[in-house]
């Protein structure tokens, strides 16, 4: 008799929101409480209309019952659980985020596990419908940065703190998957760990080797594999483990249901004894061998194994059910674009060798909080996600988009995912490359890029083969600084695109623009064009009208017509400076000069033409690749020993350019429109300004002669005050943070 095949459920697409709660000496950081989702219900709705199938959600000891179960306060979990199960989403409840629990407990303490079990019973008698848990997140890695770093409470830094933690934490599971399952028998355990790879030369394999069978502790000990005949057996009775703590885990082993894998793109570690090479910071040893420990990407010749690969080790090392339970980027919106496909696609690849991948995870839908100091410090450095929280309201970027297209089955298609990633790319290279003949991901073709010099359209034909494949970003503005700065940061970013010149597409000529519209066929336009001559303005009227105004708009007709999105800028000279306060996107435009003016009748005629263009207001350019702004001639001028003249009453909010054009790009890609501020968080003076900038080069300021505006000959009238706030969102950072950026580039440069 003939069996109809089996079918494979589809691949699932889960969800998962930043939650540590990490403990640093006496302070806890709560990235629940930062990122506001402790006080925001809805955004459980926004999570739905994802299409996410599952969400890993904290229940988390410290939040709920920080002093013990008796005065546990479940209101929060109540209202979120049961929102969650009316939406049809079902919950991956996590007890401990990287925590070491209560202040009336820790990693160390003998009874931790006996008291998360205790909490983990509570949690499965309130939720009895709750099925999947995961009691503890990444136990090695948690154990690593609270037992052998000192990174996190209690802070130990040896191998026997770190032996403690993580057979607490591991033993602290067993206890609270059986409480949880005494409630509810077919409660799953689904066990998440960051899992990565260490690589080295051939005089360090025998330490790689050690690491790269470290990294299993926590699976193994949770299946019971681990045993007398282990590298890691003998390492841990080595440390002054007991052999009875290691014999427990072999009578009472408990499986994960599903291994749950999280891995980053520096996950993977290279160890080289060649110090010379690495910056101090790298440097350390084994009491052997000193050596550095640096990101593999930044050296490994033939790239790094990668998530297939190593989903691919699991798989074979344990035959049980894997997902991929974190998946995030901290970076520029394609390149956090194309690690999720690359991650997805290797997941579907898998399948279709037989390899039981359940699902993928978009981790930090609402991002992340100071995970660039390992969240040891309240920074305020913030990381976007799914969606943005730098706005009145939750904003969901082109990850949104993505994420609703995998749900659903159908494939992302935006052009910029046919150029590989930078984890991909030669310039991942910081070091002198090693072979460190590991499995490597094939990337996909890199696109040759638009160069910054002219040459007609053939570069751009090169797009017309395969418009799906090969559409590039038409960027109008050639020999303009904010031009130049989006080719420059377009090549880092590995965003193809073409540079028009004017011979190439002059925006005043409808028919030019046209025909080289057709031609490109690009996947959007950037006009960083125009009339900058803001006093030359007053006298050649028509000409600053004629580019400003007039070229924008045919611009934006022939877009609309196309299909292609626009993105275009406009002032803060568009305001007359009567406010006090920063202005804002819906502040009424009142501009005092013809340049103003030019940009008032452009945001206007660009929006009725084109109503989903993304028009940006922006200010005072200061940036690290030009030398005739504001900033870089100052201190040219103060260096030698000139005086330098500057308005001491027009108050300002001074914009980086590589802030500006980063963000401008990202907010293209989301696929925003309309009107939007973008400048660095400031209210300053051009007179300050300048000290300020003197004083961080270390220049004399003195020379500095501050006037006021009006004695200052200018032929076009300013506004005393124009300085940019945003009801939509505040993206870019402080000025001293730009400030400090532009010397560390210019030194580049």
Known sequence: MNREPIAIPPLEMWAGVECTVNRVGDQYFDQIERNGHASRIDDLDLFAQLGVRAIRYPVLWERTAPNGEMSADWSWADERLERLRELGIHPIVGLV?????????????????EKLAEFARAVAQRYPWVDSYTPVNEPLTTARFSGMYGHWYPHGRDGLTF?????????????????????????????????????????LAYQAEFENERRWLSFDL?????????????????????????????????????????????????????????????????????????????????GTAGPRALMKEVWERYELPVAVTEVHLGCTREEQLRWLKEVW?????????????????????????????????????????????????????????????????????????????????????????????????????PLAKGGAGGGGLDNGQRTMDN???????????????????????????????????????????????????????????????????????????????????????????????????????????VFDGACTTPYVESNAVAPLNVYGRSKVEAEVRVLKAHPS??????????????????????????????????????????????????????????????????????????????RLAASIAGVDASRIEARPTRELGLAAPRPTYSVLGSERGVLLPSLDNAMSRYFDERQRF
């Open 97 to 113: 985020h990287h925590g070491s629990g209560p202040r009336h407990t820790s990693l160390i303490d003998p009874a931790f596990p």
């Open 163 to 203: 032996a403690r933690a993580l057979l607490t934490e591991c033993r602290a599971t067993v206890l609270s998957m059986r409480a949880i399952r005494e409630v509810n028998p077919a409660a799953q355990l689904v066990q998440t760990e960051d899992l990565g790879k260490t690589h080295s030369t051939p005089l």
């Open 613 to 690: 263009a993304l028009v940006i207001r922006t200010s005072a350019f200061f940036g690290p690749w030009d030398d005739y702004n504001f900033v870089t001639i100052a201190l040219r001028q103060l260096s030698a020993g000139q005086t330098f003249v500057a308005a001491e009453d027009g108050v300002v909010s001074p914009t980086y350019v590589p802030d500006l054009v980063n963000t401008s790009l990202d907010l293209l890609i989301d696929g925003e429109c309309g009107l939007w501020h973008l400048a660095n968080q400031s209210a300053i003076a051009w007179a300050e300004l300048a």
């Open 222 to 302: 949770l299946c019971g594999r681990l045993n007398r005949s282990t590298l890691i057996w003998n390492h841990l009775c080595y440390l002054g483990v007991d052999e009875a703590e290691l014999e427990w885990f072999l009578a009472n082993p408990c499986p994960p249901d599903v291994l749950g894998i999280n891995h980053y793109v520096t996950s993977e570690r290279f160890l080289d004894e060649r110090t010379e090479r690495y910056p101090t910071s790298s440097h350390g040893g084994n009491g052997k061998h000193n050596y550095a420990d640096v990101e593999a990407v930044r050296v490994c010749a033939e």
């Open 467 to 573: 418009p799906k494949s090969r559409r590039l970003l038409a960027i109008i503005g050639a020999r303009g600084t904010l031009g130049r700065a989006f080719a420059r940061l377009c090549d880092l970013r590995g965003i193809p695109y073409h540079l028009l010149t004017r011979q190439e597409m002059d925006i005043t000529d409808p028919v030019s623009v046209d025909a080289a519209l057709t031609q490109l066929n690009p996947w959007a336009v950037v006009n960083a064009a125009g009339y900058v001559r803001v006093d030359d303005a007053e006298r050649e009227v028509d000409a600053c009208l004629r580019v400003n105004a007039q070229g924008p708009a045919i611009l934006a007709a022939s877009c609309a017509k196309q299909g292609v999105p626009l993105l275009t800028f406009s002032s803060d000279l």
């Open 345 to 445: 696609d290797g997941a579907v690849s898998l399948r279709h060798e037989g390899v039981d991948v359940r699902a993928v995870t978009a981790w930090s839908l609402l991002g992340a909080y100071d995970w660039n100091s390992l969240v040891t410090r309240a920074d305020g450095h913030y990381e976007p996600g799914v969606f943005d929280l730098r706005g009145p309201r939750p904003r969901p970027t082109a990850i949104a988009r993505m994420i609703r297209d995998l749900a659903t089955g159908h494939e992302p298609d935006h052009p910029l995912l046919d150029t590989p990633g930078w984890w991909h790319r030669p310039e991942r290279l910081f070091y002198p490359s090693v072979s460190c003949q590991s499995s490597v991901v094939t990337p996909p073709t």
